[in-house]
């Protein structure tokens, strides 16, 4: 996930895309647990594109409230 594809959404579908997001990393992080995590590396890109998405709806938010 880009960040230029990030800044082109929507406040709503920044938060929709978060949630899908944070639902993936859990899901992600039970199959490390139980041992079915075969690409490791999807956790890591998982918490990046979290950060993404946070990072782009707060400068949203707050470029909407000044």
Avoid: C, W, Y
């Amino acid at each position: 996930m880009e960040t230029s594809e990030l800044k082109e959404q929507s406040v709503e579908e920044l938060q929709a895309t978060l949630l899908n997001l944070t639902k993936e990393r859990f899901s992600l992080r039970m199959q490390r647990s139980t041992g079915q995590l075969t690409q490791p590396h999807l956790l890591r890109q998982a918490k990046r594109d979290i950060a993404r998405v946070k990072t782009v709806l707060n400068a949203k938010l707050k470029a909407g409230a000044q």
